[in-house]
């Protein structure tokens, strides 16, 4: 061997390391980085709220939303509210200009009756909610148990505050599926 081609051989392995391992491993994490900020995030249901659509401990995907007016009524989306100061998921019921009516649990909106077959447990509450333009309102699959735009002393989300649609169900695993 001539002199110096010992350190070009060691120098080459260094440079074969770092772009055979460190490289694609920081071009890995900058990506689930950016994925996780801008299309999908984990959530973990808190609460009995959602019954028995999910439940306690349920973990979920749920994709970034930066069109709320393409969201759909019955849609389950996390947002951010701003009176309790967290971030939760329910149920959208109300878009953005409908009339709401509830009586004796029952909901109708602009007049149709909503079917919701996810609902286990019903209550009495009453009301009626005109939505305004640019906010939305949701209620829990769980009526009984739910903190929802009925309670709240503003009942309205601010579509600025909506973060993401639930997506698919992933743990536990038994109860994997898409969500709806």
Request: cysteine-free; overall charge neutral; glycine content about 6%.
């Amino acid at each position: 061997m001539r002199e110096g081609e010992g350190d070009k051989e060691i120098l080459k392995g260094k440079s074969n390391f770092f772009n055979d391992w460190i490289v694609p491993l920081l071009v890995a994490i900058v990506l689930a980085i950016l994925i996780n900020k801008y299309i999908i995030f984990k959530v973990m249901i808190p609460s009995g709220s959602m019954i028995p659509t999910l439940n306690v401990d349920d973990r979920l995907f749920a994709t970034r939303v930066y069109r709320p007016e393409r969201l759909n009524r019955e849609d389950i989306i996390v947002f951010y509210s701003d009176e309790l100061e967290k971030t939760l998921i329910k149920r959208l019921i109300g878009l953005p200009g409908d009339k709401v009516v509830i009586t004796d649990g029952d909901v109708t909106v602009n007049g149709e009756k909503l079917k919701q077959e996810y609902v286990k447990n019903k209550d009495s509450l009453s009301g009626t909610y005109l939505v305004p333009e640019g906010k939305y309102f949701f209620l829990g699959d769980n009526r009984l148990k739910s903190s929802d735009s009925r309670e709240w002393d503003n009942p309205y989300i601010d579509e600025s505050d909506i973060k993401g649609k639930a997506q698919v169900k992933v743990y536990p695993f038994s109860d994997f599926s898409i969500i709806k």
